[in-house]
């Protein structure tokens, strides 16, 4: 049987730290479906077709993961696609108690599924989607913190000709 894992997120935007952790992911799992979290309350700097644009043109490399977007609780739609691992990053101590609250609640809403934690590069464990937000609505380079592509997408964003 083939093993499926789920690295949910925001992505808004996908930094070079949740790229590491989709290749160390692919890497351990036979197959990984990188899912959006669409949150209809949030104002996203990028809308959920950007974020997957972006997710898709920095994974292209990587043939055994898809990336989709999902609503609802976590558990269930890991369960529906088939998954028996979250993955999710953890930088310094500073995600902990929120990674390990989730973490939580998602083994008390089922318990089949276990949360997998993974360390991103020692570079990149600074980086945050809202970091490289701030950065970027500031004018300032982000381009060491995001692939190439995503660069691209966030600086469409910006220009207003493609945010939704
Ligand atoms: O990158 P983020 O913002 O930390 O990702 C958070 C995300 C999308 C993984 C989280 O908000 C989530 O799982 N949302 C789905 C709703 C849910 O299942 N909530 C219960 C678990 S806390």
């Known amino acids: 049987m083939r093993r499926l894992a789920i690295y949910p997120g925001s992505f808004d935007p996908p930094t070079l730290g949740h790229l590491d952790v989709v290749e160390r992911a692919s890497r351990l ?3 990984l479906i990188v899912a959006i979290g669409v949150n209809s309350s949030k104002k996203p700097l990028l809308s959920s077709e950007q974020r997957t644009e972006a997710l898709i043109a920095s994974t292209s490399h990587l043939p055994n993961v898809t990336v989709q977007t999902f609503n609802g609780l976590l558990v269930k739609y890991a369960l529906e696609q088939g998954a028996s691992s979250i993955v999710r990053g953890l930088r310094a101590t500073a995600d902990f108690e929120y990674e390990f609250q ?3 609640v998602n083994r008390r809403l089922c318990e089949q599924v276990d949360t997998v934690f ?3 590069k020692w570079e990149h464990s600074y980086l945050s989607s809202s970091i490289v937000r701030e950065v970027a609505v500031l ?3 982000y381009s060491d913190m995001v692939h190439p592509s995503v660069r691209a997408i966030i600086a469409r964003a910006l220009n207003g000709n493609d945010r939704t």
Do not use: I, S
Request: proline share 0%; aromatic share 8%.
């Open 29 to 31: 799992f036979d197959d």
């Open 139 to 141: 004018g300032g380079d």
């Open 102 to 104: 989730m973490a939580m």
């Open 118 to 120: 993974l360390m991103t």
